[in-house]
């Protein structure tokens, strides 16, 4: 039994997803300034954007567990979209007053 050869099914949905996840994850430990870290946050709630809706397809899974991924995706994208805008405000902020977005020289977040 190939991976690569088999019609598309669960695994591969969550191969991708897995894919997306840990990608994201390295990016996060990785990147040095504010927007890599965005990119690398929003590659992880991809990833469970993925998973979310593979699991809830009727075409997967016959009995979905009750679970209704459709709507849970939908909440991860508006709730993404809403900490990348706050995110993007304070990256932002911290440039206009520091010249730099690098995580390292933000040490000085007072209110």
Do not use: Q, W
Not at 22 to 27: E, F, L, Q
Not at 47 to 52: L, S, V
């Amino acid at each position: 039994m190939n991976f690569l050869t088999e019609p598309v099914g669960l695994s591969h949905f969550l191969a991708v997803g897995a894919f997306l996840f840990v990608t994201g994850a390295i990016c996060m430990a990785t990147k040095r300034n504010t927007l890599g870290i965005l990119m690398g946050v929003e590659l992880v709630l991809n990833g469970a954007n993925i998973n979310f809706v593979a699991f809830a397809s009727p075409y997967f899974r016959e009995d979905n567990l009750g679970l209704e991924g459709n709507l849970l995706a939908l909440f991860v994208i508006v709730l993404a979209a809403a900490e990348a805008a706050v995110a993007l405000a304070i990256a932002l902020n911290y440039y206009n007053n520091h010249s730099t977005i690098d995580v390292d020289k933000a040490n000085e977040l007072k209110g």
